[in-house]
């Protein structure tokens, strides 16, 4: 049991609680302990990719943290929270309404290299203790603005007024027609000039990219205040909805012992890497953490590999090839 399970993570659960229903459901089976991590935070208040590595996937956890994401989310227009989110308390309002018209025109500057502050309400670190932590105990919380990369922002396409995706469902593939629309009414979407109370985007992201403060700051780009009532992560790195799994469907492949036919190879995580095909000479050489010489391959990282095992990433430089991690399978 070495690779990825994909949760497509309900609302209200933690990532650290998707990573306990991955261990129960290895002990349901009885596969015997490995490690269990997950591949990046997913707030509480969000659904959807939750990648949860096991056994030596562990070990590619961290770059997961630095993969592109996408999210669907939902700005709601006119009241801004503590927390930037429907789980805090407002502390801004405004009456005004901005049309799709001109939110399809703002997003352009926020498309590309940004500098956008993180919420108080995260998980950075401020002098030591978490940035939450402090703004629940009262204390103002002063986080320095970071560069992040929007690769692309766009009005979520073929839902109805201001593109809302439904919340009731944990599925999209659960809606129903009237629930995409909404009422049940049929109707194109919203009049391009017509105010909106909401809108849902879709938004490819570089690693550290906060959403809710992408929200707030269109929200102010209009002249008005938001939150997100509404965030999806529908992709992370390689892994997206297609190969995600309820939390219900976990825990009845783990007592039927069949995780194995949901557990994505590790080699997965690493799709954008080459393979190295090695001999059982250099593999055991690397396994012993030695350097190869001559080696015909142009500078870069690479999955090394004995027969289709995985035996270390590695980066090649001038035809000598060293350990970045190595795999004990």
């Not at 405004?94 to 997003?107: G, Q, R, W």
């Not at 039927?256 to 059982?280: E, H, K, Q």
């Amino acid at each position: 049991m070495h690779g990825w399970i994909i949760l497509d993570k309900p609302l209200g659960l933690g990532s650290t609680q998707g990573v306990s229903a991955v261990k129960r459901a290895l002990r349901a089976g009885e596969y015997g302990k490995f490690k269990v991590g997950h591949g990046g935070t997913l707030d509480p208040l969000a659904t959807g990719v939750l990648p949860i590595a096991v056994g030596e996937a562990t070990k590619l956890a961290g770059r997961m943290l630095d993969s592109d994401k996408v999210y669907d989310f939902t700005v709601m227009f006119g009241v801004q929270t503590d927390t930037l989110d429907a789980e805090g308390v407002p502390v801004a309002t405004s009456d005004v309404l901005p049309t799709l018209a001109a939110v399809e025109a703002v997003l352009a500057q926020f498309t590309g290299p940004i500098a956008q502050v993180p919420p108080a309400y995260s998980a950075l670190k401020v002098n030591g203790a978490r940035a939450y932590d402090l703004a629940r105990a009262g204390e103002e919380v002063v986080l320095a603005s970071r560069n992040v990369t929007v690769h692309s922002l766009l009005r979520h396409p073929g839902l109805g007024p201001g593109s809302t995706v439904p919340r009731a469902p944990e599925h999209a593939e659960e809606w129903t027609p009237d629930q995409v629309r909404g009422d049940g009414v049929e109707r194109d979407g919203p009049l391009p000039h017509s105010p909106l109370d909401e809108v849902t985007l879709t938004a490819h992201v570089s690693k550290g990219t906060y959403i809710r403060s992408l929200a707030r700051d269109i929200a102010l780009a209009l002249g008005t205040v938001g939150h997100v009532t509404m965030l999806r992560r529908t992709k992370a790195g390689p892994f997206d909805l297609s190969s995600a799994i309820s939390l219900d469907k976990l825990a009845e492949l783990g007592h039927s012992r069949a995780l194995d036919d949901i557990l994505l190879p590790l080699r997965v995580a690493l799709d954008d890497i080459p393979a190295l095909s090695l001999t059982p000479d250099q593999a055991g050489a690397l396994r012993q953490g030695r350097v190869l010489v001559g080696i015909a391959a142009d500078d870069g990282q690479y999955f090394a590999e004995l027969e289709h095992v995985p035996v270390a990433l590695v980066e090649v430089e001038d035809g000598n090839v060293r350990i970045v991690r190595g795999f004990n399978l």
